[in-house]
Antibody
Framework: QVQLVQSGAEVKKPGASVKVSCKAS????????INWVRQATGQGLEWMGW????????GYAPKFQGRVTMTRNTSISTAYMELSSLRYEDTAVYYC????????????WGQGTLVTVSS | QSVLTQPPSASGPPGQRVSISCSGS????????VYWYQQIPGTAPKLLIY???QRPSGVPDRFSGSKSGTSASLAITGLRSDDEADYYC????????????FGTGTKVTVL
């Protein structure tokens, strides 16, 4: 069955960077885009960007442009999202999701990774 | 920050029908498909509806979606206690080189 398994919770200081991983299994990794979505406690969903695991192409939400980098290692079917210059308001649960090329459906989601920014 | 507007809450007794609206603009709902997600607190979102009114396999036909112009709606019929969750609409937005936007979210309570 399809699974996206994310790395564990992180605590970072303001100004630091965090890199969250998302390991895919149960399907061909390069056949679906990986998107990242975050959710602050008690808040709604916020889309951060997408990556095509086959070509490595990326697209980022303007809000995160310059601070976010999405990469992948196809040999281990793993996607990464790195967010730099962390601020307190970046404290949130970060989700990866596999997205079908044609229907653009966010079909499968990781379990989420809590990133806490605290001094 | 959300550009799609939903009512903050909706409710109904078991067995009733609940409808959730989602209002956008010509650059998102007006020109692209609408998606709906269900999120039970503490868990990842789950896709309910894609392409305005299509259900992925496994989603009961009690859930239905529709779209008209720059607005969309999700209807839940035969409300059940396990439908109690947050619901989000979403759409791709043609402005700013392709952005995916979520709605503000609606908390559905089963009375």
């Amino acid at each position: 069955q399809v699974q996206l398994v994310q790395s564990g919770a992180e605590v970072k200081k303001p100004g630091a960077s965090v890199k969250v991983s998302c390991k895919a299994s149960g399907y061909t990794f390069t056949h679906y885009d990986i998107n990242w979505v975050r959710q602050a406690t008690g808040q709604g969903l916020e889309w951060m960007g997408w990556m095509n695991p086959d070509r490595g192409d990326t697209g980022y939400a303007p809000k995160f442009q310059g601070r976010v980098t999405m990469t992948r290692n196809t040999s281990i079917s793993t996607a990464y999202m790195e967010l730099s210059s962390l601020r307190y308001e970046d404290t949130a649960v970060y989700y990866c999701a596999s997205v079908s090329f044609v229907e653009k459906r966010f079909d499968f989601w990781g379990q989420g990774t809590l990133v806490t920014v605290s001094s | 920050q959300s550009v799609l507007t939903q009512p903050p809450s909706a409710s109904g007794p078991p067995g009733q029908r609940v409808s959730i609206s989602c209002s956008g603009s010509s650059s998102n709902i007006g020109s692209n498909y609408v998606y709906w997600y269900q999120q039970i607190p503490g868990t990842a979102p789950k896709l309910l509806i894609y392409w305005n009114n299509q259900r992925p396999s496994g989603v009961p036909d009690r859930f239905s979606g529709s779209k008209s112009g720059t607005s969309a709606s999700l209807a839940i019929t035969g409300l059940r206690s396990d439908d109690e969750a947050d619901y989000y609409c979403a759409a791709w937005d043609d402005s700013l080189s392709g952005l995916y936007v979520f709605g503000t979210g609606t908390k559905v309570t089963v009375l």
